[in-house]
């Protein structure tokens, strides 16, 4: 017999998947003994702080942005720098040739 049982909506429509009448009947309801016992987490002590000007300064909204488009913004400058890299060996080139 598997763990799960499925019980119709209604009994009188059972629809694909849902359990035959037989294993409803045989169905039994655990009580009474802890089957997956919840396990509470330990929180660890809040510490207080005192608030500093430093911290009151502080954006974070905006230095949130700046961060997320430094993300973004990793592949343009990739691109960009090779870009630069490329151009500045064609100038090598060309200074060589004259």
Not at 22 to 37: D, F, L, N, V
Not at 43 to 72: C, H, I, P
Request: aromatic letters at 4%; proline letters at 4%.
């Amino acid at each position: 017999m598997s763990n799960l049982i499925l019980f119709p909506r209604k009994n009188s429509k059972p629809k694909h998947g849902d359990a035959d009448k037989a294993t409803i009947a045989a169905a039994t309801q655990h009580k009474g003994a802890t089957i997956m016992p919840l396990e509470k987490k330990k929180s660890g002590a809040v510490e207080m702080v005192t608030v500093t000007d430093e911290m009151k300064s502080f954006k974070a909204y905006q230095k949130l942005r700046t961060e997320m488009m430094n993300v973004w913004q990793v592949g343009p400058r990739i691109k960009k720098a090779e870009e630069a890299a490329k151009k500045a060996e064609e100038d090598a080139k060309l200074a060589k040739m004259k």
